[in-house]
């Protein structure tokens, strides 16, 4: 069963922000699927990955995530 989680992500002023939050996270294994709302600053992510990976795969993107 995949689970589904919300992030609200800071820092993302474009779409080219967005598109780098996408492919940060979209590299970790167990996402099936995820989406990135530039306009409330929030990232869905469904799968089986740990909420660690995610957060340090914002982070390292460059961007801020609760």
Same mark, same amino acid.
């Given at each position: ?25 979209? &590299?970790?294994?167990? +996402?099936?699927?995820?989406? +990135? &709302? ?19 795969? +914002? ?8």
């Amino acid at each position: 069963m995949s689970n589904n989680t919300t992030y609200t992500v800071a820092g993302m002023t474009c779409g080219s922000c967005a598109t780098k939050v996408t492919e940060a996270v979209s &590299d970790l294994d167990g +996402v099936t699927h995820l989406a +990135v &709302d530039l306009a409330t600053g929030t990232l869905v992510v469904t799968g089986e990955v740990e909420q660690d990976q995610v957060r340090e795969a +914002v982070t390292a993107a460059g961007y801020q995530v609760s």
